[in-house]
Protein backbone atom coordinates (compact mmCIF):
# COMPACT_ATOMS: atom_id res chain seq x y z
CA UNK A 1 0.00 0.00 0.00
CA UNK A 2 0.91 3.58 -0.23
CA UNK A 3 1.14 4.07 3.50
CA UNK A 4 0.72 2.21 6.51
CA UNK A 5 -2.49 1.21 7.05
CA UNK A 6 -4.03 0.73 11.13
CA UNK A 7 -7.20 -0.90 11.68
CA UNK A 8 -9.64 -0.15 13.58
CA UNK A 9 -9.29 3.60 13.41
CA UNK A 10 -11.38 3.57 16.81
CA UNK A 11 -12.43 0.65 19.23
CA UNK A 12 -14.42 0.76 22.04
CA UNK A 13 -14.22 -1.98 24.88
CA UNK A 14 -15.43 -3.03 28.08
CA UNK A 15 -13.15 -3.31 30.52
CA UNK A 16 -11.63 -7.24 30.59
CA UNK A 17 -12.75 -7.94 27.15
CA UNK A 18 -9.31 -8.53 24.79
CA UNK A 19 -8.53 -7.02 21.71
CA UNK A 20 -6.75 -6.90 18.73
CA UNK A 21 -4.77 -3.84 16.87
CA UNK A 22 -3.81 -4.76 13.00
CA UNK A 23 -1.17 -2.62 11.50
CA UNK A 24 0.30 -3.15 8.18
CA UNK A 25 3.46 -1.59 6.83
CA UNK A 26 4.86 0.23 3.90
CA UNK A 27 5.29 -3.02 1.42
CA UNK A 28 9.24 -4.05 1.73
CA UNK A 29 9.81 -2.73 4.90
CA UNK A 30 11.59 -4.32 7.34
CA UNK A 31 10.95 -2.68 10.81
CA UNK A 32 7.69 -1.87 12.18
CA UNK A 33 7.12 0.16 15.93
CA UNK A 34 4.28 0.28 18.17
CA UNK A 35 3.78 2.95 19.98
CA UNK A 36 0.93 4.09 22.26
CA UNK A 37 0.23 7.88 23.20
CA UNK A 38 -2.21 8.65 25.95
CA UNK A 39 -4.08 12.37 25.60
CA UNK A 40 -1.82 15.32 25.61
CA UNK A 41 1.32 13.10 26.29
CA UNK A 42 4.21 11.66 24.05
CA UNK A 43 4.86 8.52 22.85
CA UNK A 44 5.31 5.77 24.75
CA UNK A 45 7.57 2.82 22.59
CA UNK A 46 5.86 -0.73 23.06
CA UNK A 47 7.88 -3.17 20.83
CA UNK A 48 9.98 -2.74 17.80
CA UNK A 49 10.27 -5.45 15.13
CA UNK A 50 13.08 -6.06 12.82
CA UNK A 51 13.13 -8.55 9.62
CA UNK A 52 13.72 -11.86 11.48
CA UNK A 53 15.19 -10.62 14.13
CA UNK A 54 14.02 -11.37 17.88
CA UNK A 55 11.48 -8.71 18.59
CA UNK A 56 12.46 -5.70 21.16
CA UNK A 57 9.98 -5.89 23.31
CA UNK A 58 11.79 -3.88 26.04
CA UNK A 59 8.46 -1.06 26.23
CA UNK A 60 5.55 -3.49 26.63
CA UNK A 61 3.92 -2.32 29.67
CA UNK A 62 2.87 -5.65 31.22
CA UNK A 63 2.03 -9.55 30.39
CA UNK A 64 -1.38 -8.65 29.09
CA UNK A 65 0.51 -6.85 26.29
CA UNK A 66 1.94 -8.78 23.38
CA UNK A 67 2.46 -8.41 19.23
CA UNK A 68 3.34 -10.36 16.34
CA UNK A 69 4.63 -10.15 13.17
CA UNK A 70 5.16 -12.34 10.20
CA UNK A 71 8.05 -11.96 7.94
CA UNK A 72 8.29 -8.67 6.84
CA UNK A 73 4.04 -8.49 6.75
CA UNK A 74 1.31 -7.31 8.78
CA UNK A 75 1.69 -6.83 12.76
CA UNK A 76 -0.83 -7.64 15.89
CA UNK A 77 -1.41 -6.05 18.91
CA UNK A 78 -3.13 -8.20 21.93
CA UNK A 79 -4.25 -6.42 24.95
CA UNK A 80 -6.02 -8.72 27.74
CA UNK A 81 -8.20 -8.17 29.79
CA UNK A 82 -8.55 -4.48 29.12
CA UNK A 83 -8.22 -1.48 31.75
CA UNK A 84 -8.97 1.70 31.40
CA UNK A 85 -5.15 2.89 31.52
CA UNK A 86 -5.14 1.37 28.36
CA UNK A 87 -6.85 3.88 26.33
CA UNK A 88 -4.86 5.53 24.51
CA UNK A 89 -4.04 6.28 20.31
CA UNK A 90 -1.64 2.57 19.54
CA UNK A 91 0.60 4.16 16.32
CA UNK A 92 2.23 1.97 14.34
CA UNK A 93 5.22 3.07 12.25
CA UNK A 94 7.63 0.95 9.33
CA UNK A 95 10.54 1.91 7.99
CA UNK A 96 13.53 0.04 5.63
CA UNK A 97 15.88 0.23 7.99
CA UNK A 98 18.31 -2.64 8.20
CA UNK A 99 20.83 -2.81 10.72
CA UNK A 100 24.48 -1.54 10.21
CA UNK A 101 23.12 0.54 7.64
CA UNK A 102 22.80 4.79 7.54
CA UNK A 103 20.08 4.89 4.66
CA UNK A 104 16.57 4.63 4.59
CA UNK A 105 15.75 4.65 8.46
CA UNK A 106 13.19 7.38 8.32
CA UNK A 107 9.75 5.88 9.78
CA UNK A 108 6.40 6.37 8.42
CA UNK A 109 3.65 6.23 10.87
CA UNK A 110 -0.41 4.95 10.33
CA UNK A 111 -2.76 7.12 11.45
CA UNK A 112 -3.59 4.94 14.59
CA UNK A 113 -5.95 3.12 16.28
CA UNK A 114 -8.27 4.80 19.01
CA UNK A 115 -8.94 3.06 22.04
CA UNK A 116 -11.33 3.98 24.84
CA UNK A 117 -11.77 0.99 27.28
CA UNK A 118 -15.31 1.88 29.07
CA UNK B 1 18.67 4.86 29.72
CA UNK B 2 18.56 6.59 26.39
CA UNK B 3 16.87 9.85 27.01
CA UNK B 4 15.76 12.06 24.62
CA UNK B 5 15.01 15.73 26.14
CA UNK B 6 12.78 19.31 24.60
CA UNK B 7 11.20 21.54 26.36
CA UNK B 8 7.67 21.36 25.98
CA UNK B 9 6.62 24.72 25.45
CA UNK B 10 4.84 26.00 24.47
CA UNK B 11 6.60 28.33 21.99
CA UNK B 12 4.69 31.31 20.90
CA UNK B 13 6.17 32.83 17.85
CA UNK B 14 4.30 35.41 16.02
CA UNK B 15 3.74 34.85 12.08
CA UNK B 16 6.77 35.59 10.10
CA UNK B 17 9.53 34.68 12.54
CA UNK B 18 12.06 32.35 12.87
CA UNK B 19 11.51 29.33 15.33
CA UNK B 20 13.71 27.34 17.05
CA UNK B 21 13.25 24.17 18.84
CA UNK B 22 15.84 22.23 20.51
CA UNK B 23 16.35 18.56 21.40
CA UNK B 24 19.47 16.87 23.53
CA UNK B 25 19.97 13.09 23.84
CA UNK B 26 21.76 10.80 26.09
CA UNK B 27 22.84 8.18 23.54
CA UNK B 28 26.67 9.07 22.16
CA UNK B 29 25.41 5.92 19.98
CA UNK B 30 22.77 7.76 18.33
CA UNK B 31 23.63 8.13 14.31
CA UNK B 32 20.49 9.42 12.93
CA UNK B 33 18.08 12.49 13.74
CA UNK B 34 14.70 12.98 13.02
CA UNK B 35 12.29 15.98 13.25
CA UNK B 36 8.38 15.39 13.12
CA UNK B 37 5.12 17.19 13.19
CA UNK B 38 2.04 16.29 14.91
CA UNK B 39 -1.17 18.22 14.64
CA UNK B 40 -3.36 17.70 17.51
CA UNK B 41 -5.79 14.39 17.07
CA UNK B 42 -3.75 13.48 13.90
CA UNK B 43 -0.10 10.77 13.84
CA UNK B 44 2.54 12.23 13.55
CA UNK B 45 4.36 12.99 10.24
CA UNK B 46 8.83 13.27 9.05
CA UNK B 47 9.87 17.04 8.44
CA UNK B 48 13.57 16.23 8.29
CA UNK B 49 16.16 13.83 8.75
CA UNK B 50 19.72 14.42 9.50
CA UNK B 51 22.48 12.11 9.81
CA UNK B 52 25.96 14.49 9.82
CA UNK B 53 27.18 17.11 11.62
CA UNK B 54 26.03 20.77 10.50
CA UNK B 55 22.86 22.22 8.95
CA UNK B 56 20.24 20.32 6.26
CA UNK B 57 17.72 22.77 4.65
CA UNK B 58 14.51 21.48 3.37
CA UNK B 59 12.79 25.01 2.08
CA UNK B 60 11.57 26.86 5.28
CA UNK B 61 13.10 24.16 7.45
CA UNK B 62 16.47 24.00 8.74
CA UNK B 63 17.95 21.07 11.03
CA UNK B 64 21.24 21.26 12.76
CA UNK B 65 23.21 18.46 14.23
CA UNK B 66 25.98 19.17 16.87
CA UNK B 67 26.94 15.05 17.77
CA UNK B 68 29.78 16.46 20.02
CA UNK B 69 27.75 18.05 22.32
CA UNK B 70 24.81 15.69 21.56
CA UNK B 71 22.50 18.61 20.17
CA UNK B 72 19.68 18.94 17.46
CA UNK B 73 18.04 21.63 16.68
CA UNK B 74 15.29 22.58 14.17
CA UNK B 75 14.49 26.37 12.75
CA UNK B 76 11.34 27.29 11.00
CA UNK B 77 11.97 30.13 8.64
CA UNK B 78 9.26 32.36 8.08
CA UNK B 79 6.70 30.93 10.46
CA UNK B 80 3.17 30.40 9.44
CA UNK B 81 -0.30 30.09 11.40
CA UNK B 82 -0.44 26.66 9.74
CA UNK B 83 3.15 25.45 11.78
CA UNK B 84 1.59 25.57 14.97
CA UNK B 85 1.54 21.88 16.02
CA UNK B 86 3.98 19.69 18.64
CA UNK B 87 7.43 18.78 16.99
CA UNK B 88 8.79 15.81 18.24
CA UNK B 89 12.29 14.62 18.22
CA UNK B 90 13.78 11.19 17.27
CA UNK B 91 17.37 9.53 17.81
CA UNK B 92 18.03 6.05 16.43
CA UNK B 93 21.00 4.04 16.44
CA UNK B 94 20.93 1.97 13.07
CA UNK B 95 23.80 0.45 13.33
CA UNK B 96 22.63 -1.54 16.71
CA UNK B 97 19.04 -2.19 14.68
CA UNK B 98 17.48 -0.12 17.64
CA UNK B 99 14.19 1.04 18.17
CA UNK B 100 13.48 5.28 18.12
CA UNK B 101 13.99 7.00 20.99
CA UNK B 102 11.30 10.23 20.95
CA UNK B 103 11.55 13.72 22.99
CA UNK B 104 7.97 14.44 24.55
CA UNK B 105 7.70 17.16 22.22
CA UNK B 106 7.33 20.90 21.79
CA UNK B 107 4.17 22.69 21.35
CA UNK B 108 4.92 25.30 18.33
CA UNK B 109 2.51 28.18 18.55
CA UNK B 110 2.82 30.43 15.51
CA UNK B 111 0.25 34.21 16.52
CA UNK B 112 -1.07 35.60 13.16
Known amino acids: GAGVSQSPSNKVTEKGKDVELRCDPISGHTALYWYRQRLGQGLEFLIYFQGNSAPDKSGLPSDRFSAERTGESVSTLTIQRTQQEDSAVYLCASSLAVVGSNKNTEAFFGQGTRLTVV | QKEVEQNSGPLSVPEGAIASLNCTYS??????FFWYRQYSGKSPELIMF????GDKEDGRFTAQLNKASQYVSLLIRDSQPSDSATYLCAVNAYNYGQNFVFGPGTRLSVLP
Open chain 2, 27 to 32: DRGSQS
Open chain 2, 50 to 53: IYSN
